[in-house]
């Protein structure tokens, strides 16, 4: 027996198998990219483009292909040989030119006759070339071109030719003599044969009846009306050709021309037309005499031969290799695209005209010399070859060089394609520190990697498909110690810096001698392995588990995801599987804090349908409120009653107000407010039934600020509550406000300016410094009960009206609360509003609402005010109103829109159209989402005005009156 190989000479041989893998998938991944490069080429050409293995099977062929030859690609993919595509009489004559191919000779173009699958044939022009592998043919590759255009023009042109000579180099005098056997002969040539006049060419004697064919005039329409071939003439020609038609005649040359003519059905034909005069013995002449040759087919097959040209040009110009076009005689360079000129750092003006040579590094120049030579000699090169080529720097670039002599315009031309091959080079040296730089980023990662020997596992799955067992999954289920004794098996071979930190591991040594059981639970154990084993039994190389809960070497657990995949090569034995393993704890922890920010959320869209449907139901009651105020005589303190029930339905808005603020944070709706009776109506709503009581210190010139009422409400309404809270057996709260002159120099985050202050002050027991940063951060709070927002919320709210809110505490002695807001200068006195009187109007008033208590409540008050008021359930009823309204020359004067209508037309969809409908409509917007975004922005909507539910009819009234009186 041999020697048996030492440890260390099979872990050499493993790394040089790796190492030989990975450069053959480098090659892999090149071949990939030269044939999708070769595939989009392919595609955008005009003929078939076609590949064949060594056994003669088409591989690939491009979509031309189908529509020429009328195959499908279900016909492709059966195995179809690609002799077939010829006529049996061609095959011969094709086998022998593609041994000649995979002998290694050059073959040219070759003329064949080819089959459609519906066995019609048509003539076809063939070349190919070998494609090699590793220095080996191993199929052909090619172009074939349908020529049937091509020679049915080719053929037509001939035959006129012969008997435009036969027909016209006879005598006039013979011609007369012979105009049955003339007329005979005209009418069987594929041509149109006429006479004009010899003093008016517009004028047409005679035209063979083959007119009628190609243009679909008759002959009766000629000699009905003889100018009927000028004006078929196309008319971008007629001009051109009738002074080419006179030229002539007057030098008495013949006349040979082109132009396009108009068939009675629209089309274009092109002609070539040849004529020449007719004159008798003593040289008079008689008359114009010409063929008129159809010669469409062959103007479509030269813009064909253009359209190629410019695919040519097209894939010349936008090739990412370098392509140069050279004179095979001098060497001198006639075209570079812009790769080459760019990798030569040189414009194609430059370079062209220079010889190819003065690029070649000099001591490869006698080498490219001889490789130019055989391409100007038509012969083959074979594989593609190296070749250094300098640039304008001299600079020496490493190319690989491919030619081929090619026709242009009827002249030889070489092409030469260029493929920077230097940074393919340079990865190639560096995968031979592959090993190396895998090793480190393998121990350096930040990320837990292992390398495990998970071939047991694979054979136990392989042995078990054997068996017939399909479902694995269950097959472990019902032996759960079958999945444990196999997930032991499974053996940890490396493992990197991160992963001993991960689980806290003392050493690589330690972690890879450790058993399942210290890392993992034997319940987490079982499900895990149920789900790899089963992906494993499927025949995955591959898998990954999003949640994993793992114990660490010091008791800890962490969630993990982890991802498994086979290393290259070893996917038949499973002896090398490379695990990544992500620590997800943290992850876990926000989604769930997410996730309770999601349910505020989904609190928020609730609180807005609670809000819109409340803010009816409360301007129902206030306006109702109002409007018993407005009856009779009443007793002052049932007077009183009905005021503070109304203050307080008014009030009660806040309450869905701070949950919208919550979720949406709310959208400004800002008036001028004067400070203190805000300040107290806040205050004395918030301490409805607390121990605590307030203590007002109120400038008496406080200045006016512009702001949301509502929203600051909410601010002052929470500082309230968290003072009433921090002192749970009572006290006071002092509420102090003044104004503020900001010049910039404080230490304060505010623009110079006057502001309006307010503290909110209590005696309770204080926030303590660890606490006091985080005090405004969201969810943050040291109560057992509560979410955390109070804070944030007015924090927000402040912040969005260009204020700045502050704390300062003393632990067991008390908090203050400071608010500054941008204030106006100036002040005005408080007054109650009237309570017992209206703003009369006049007009006609549209209410749009869903709420049949808006309808009685508001109607009844708007009534009283003066107006005639008609309702709509929605905004697709308000728009008939409206249009009848408008047909019988009585519009309204105003238009009360509810924003949100559920189920039907709002006023946003509302607006556009009647705007569109009366440009001048005067339309005020309402909603009981405060936070509604027309709500703040309503001029930029269309809307004259805005009103939030719930409203004092006064205020209603006013707005009104406004409006309708254009103030």
């Keep these: 027996m041999g020697r048996k190989p030492t440890y260390e000479e099979l872990t050499k041989l493993v790394k040089d198998l790796e190492a030989e893998n990975r450069l053959g998938k480098r090659a892999l991944e090149e071949c990939r990219l030269e ?34 030859a009328g195959y499908s690609r279900e016909d492709l993919d059966k195995g179809f040989e690609a002799l077939n595509l010829l006529t049996p009489q061609s095959r011969g004559k094709a086998e022998q030119n593609v041994r000649r191919v995979f002998d290694g000779e050059e073959v040219g173009m070759s003329e064949y006759t080819a089959r459609r699958k519906d066995g019609s044939t048509f003539p076809a022009l063939v070349r190919s070339a070998p494609v090699i592998r590793n220095g080996k043919v191993v199929g052909l590759r090619g172009i074939l071109l349908d020529t049937t255009e091509q020679k049915r023009a080719e053929k037509v042109l001939r035959e006129s030719e012969k008997k435009y000579r036969r027909l016209f180099l006879t005598e006039s005098k013979a011609l007369r003599a012979s105009e049955v056997r003339y007329r005979s002969l005209v009418e069987q040539m594929p041509a149109v044969t006429y006479i004009a006049r010899i003093d008016d060419v517009r004028t047409t004697e005679y035209v063979s009846p083959q007119i009628e064919d190609v243009l679909g ?78 010669i469409t087919t062959h103007k479509q097959v030269r813009e064909a031969l253009r359209e190629s040209e410019e695919r040519f040009r097209t894939v010349f110009d936008g090739s990412l290799d370098a392509i140069i076009l050279a004179d095979p005689d001098t060497g001198e360079i006639l075209d570079v695209n812009p790769t080459a000129s760019e990798l030569v750092s040189m414009p194609n003006e430059e370079i062209v005209g220079l010889p190819y040579s003065m690029f070649v590094v000099p001591e490869w120049r006698d080498y490219a010399e001889k490789m130019f030579g055989r391409v100007a000699r038509d012969e083959a090169l074979g594989l593609p070859r190296e070749i250094p080529v300098k640039n304008a720097d001299g600079d020496s670039i490493l190319f690989e060089a491919l030619g081929q002599l090619i026709q242009i315009d009827g002249r030889p031309v070489i092409l030469v394609v260029l493929r920077d091959v230097t940074e393919r080079k340079r990865v190639e040296n560096a995968l031979r520190e592959s090993e190396a730089r895998y090793r480190r980023l393998f121990d350096e990662s930040p990320i837990a990697l292992w390398e495990v020997d998970a071939s047991y596992p694979k054979r136990y799955m392989d042995n078990l498909r054997k068996r017939g067992i399909e479902d694995v999954r269950k097959y472990f289920e019902a032996r759960p110690e079958a999945a444990l004794e196999c997930a032991a098996e499974v053996r940890v071979t490396d493992a990197n810096k991160a992963s001993m930190a991960l689980f806290e591991a003392g050493g690589k040594e330690s972690f890879q001698t450790s058993t399942q059981e210290a890392l993992i639970d ?39 995801f982890y991802r498994w995949i086979v290393a290259p090569g070893y996917e038949a034995t499973f002896e090398k599987v490379l695990i990544s393993v992500m ?114 210190a109120l400038a008496d010139d406080l200045w006016l600020v512009e702001a949301d009422e509502g929203q600051i409400g909410q601010v002052l309404q929470n500082l309230v509550i968290n003072a009433d809270q921090a002192m749970p057996r009572g006290g006071t709260i002092r509420i102090v406000a003044d104004n503020v002159v900001v010049s910039g120099k404080e230490f304060l985050p505010l623009k110079a300016g006057l502001y309006t202050r307010i503290s909110v ?207």
């Excluded at 483009?49 to 031309?64: A, H, M, P, S, Y």
């Excluded at 149920?530 to 995955?540: D, Q, V």
């Design 35 to 68: 044939a999708e490069r070769f595939r989009e080429l392919a595609e955008l050409l005009p003929e078939i483009v076609f590949e064949v293995d060594d056994r003669g099977i088409l591989t690939f062929v491009n979509q031309k292909a189908f529509e020429i």
């Design 217 to 294: 005039f008759t002959q009766e329409d000629y000699r009905q009306d003889p100018d009927t071939w000028r004006k078929a003439l196309h008319p971008d020609d007629r001009d051109r050709v009738l002074v080419e038609v006179a030229q002539a005649q007057a030098k008495g040359d013949p006349l040979t021309t082109e132009y396009r003519m108009i068939t009675r059905d629209g089309r274009t034909v092109w002609f070539r037309d040849h004529a020449r005069i007719v004159r008798d013995n003593r040289n008079k002449p008689l008359f114009l005499q010409g063929v008129m040759l159809d």
């Design 522 to 560: 034997e319940e987490e154990a079982l499900r895990v392995a149920s789900i790899e084993f089963a992906n494993l039994a499927e025949g995955r190389t591959g898998s990954e588990v999003e949640d994993v809960i793992v114990k660490t070497f010091r008791g800890n657990r962490k969630r993990v």
């Design 583 to 696: 620590d997800i704890t943290e992850r876990k922890r926000m989604e769930l804090e997410l996730q309770k920010i999601q349910k505020l959320e989904s609190l928020g869209i609730l609180a807005g349908g609670i809000a819109h449907d409340f803010n009816n139901i409360l301007t129902a009651i206030s306006t109702n409120l109002s409007m018993a105020r407005l009856y009779g005589e009443l007793r002052e303190d049932i007077s009183q009653m009905l005021s503070d029930a109304e203050k307080a339905s008014l009030r009660a808005q806040g309450l869905t107000q701070q949950l919208l603020a919550f979720a949406k944070g709310g959208t400004l709706i800002k008036k001028t407010v004067s400070i203190p009776g805000l300040i107290r109506d806040t205050a004395e709503f918030a301490l409805s039934g607390s121990n605590a009581r307030c203590e007002y």
């Design 761 to 967: 002050a209590d005696q309770g027991i204080g926030i303590s410094k660890k606490d006091m940063s985080n005090i405004f951060d969201p969810f943050f709070t040291t109560k057992q009960r509560g979410s955390g927002l109070g804070l944030t919320t007015a924090f927000s709210i402040v912040n969005n009206h260009g204020g700045h809110i502050e704390v300062d505490s003393v632990v067991e002695e008390g908090t203050t609360f400071n608010i500054y807001l941008p204030a106006l200068g100036r002040t005005s006195a408080e007054k109650e509003p009237p309570g017992q009187m209206l703003t009369s109007g006049d007009g006609r008033i549209l209410l749009v609402d869903d709420e049949e208590i808006i309808w009685k409540a508001t109607g009844e008050a708007l009534t009283r005010m003066g107006y005639e008021v008609r309702f709509a359930e929605d905004g697709a009823v308000g728009i008939e109103l409206y249009q009848e309204a408008m047909n019988a020359n009585r519009p309204f004067h105003a238009v009360i829109m509810d924003l949100t209508i559920p189920g039907g037309m709002g006023g946003k969809e509302t607006i556009g159209k009647i705007l569109r409908m009366d440009p001048w409509a005067k339309i005020i917007a309402s909603s009981g989402y405060s936070n509604d975004p027309v709500m703040s922005n309503y001029q930029e909507h269309g809307f004259c005005g805005v009103i939030t539910k719930p409203y004092r009819i006064q205020e209603l009234g006013d707005l009104l009156s406004r409006i309708t009186n254009g103030l």
